[in-house]
């Protein structure tokens, strides 16, 4: 479970990198490489200036980027720190293990209350 929201954290970062240097690419007519770079910085908010003068519509693309970007980083890393220091990460590989183990059991059966009665079924 823990591990399905991980990973839809890091889609939602994905799709906000990818929204950012599509944005600035198309509305800002900046490079492919320009435009991923000033995602990164926003993104990461390590503040350099920006890579050129940006329009309403630039400032609204970083706007959406920085609330977007810094919320779904700071989740997307308390998580990943929740799964290692938590021991979560053990557990979930431990439980899809034993997920894979029984599903590649066959004629098989599970037998609860095994006691006077239950020996004598068996």
Same mark, same amino acid.
């Given at each position: %479970?823990?591990?399905? +929201?991980?990973?839809?954290? $890091?889609?939602?970062?994905?799709? =906000?990198?990818? $929204?950012?240097? =599509?944005?600035?690419? #198309?509305?800002?007519? %900046? ?6 770079? %000033?995602? %990164? #910085? ?9 890579? +050129?003068?940006? =329009?309403? #519509? ?20 308390? +998580? ?10 053990? +557990? ?24 006077? #009665? ?5």
């Amino acid at each position: %479970m823990e591990f399905q +929201k991980l990973r839809v954290a $890091f889609v939602l970062l994905l799709c =906000t990198i990818g $929204f950012g240097t =599509t944005g600035y690419y #198309i509305f800002e007519n %900046m490079k492919p490489f320009d435009a991923f770079y %000033m995602t %990164m #910085i926003t993104i990461s908010t390590v503040g350099f200036h920006e890579v +050129k003068p940006l =329009t309403n #519509i630039g400032r609204i693309i970083t706007i959406t980027i920085i609330l977007s970007g810094v919320s779904i980083s700071a989740y997307s890393i308390g +998580k990943l720190l929740r799964l290692l220091i938590e021991g979560e990460l053990r +557990k979930e590989f431990w439980r899809k293990k034993l997920e894979r183990t029984i599903q590649s059991l066959s004629n098989h059966f599970i037998i609860c209350g095994f006691g006077r #009665i239950g020996k004598l079924i068996c």
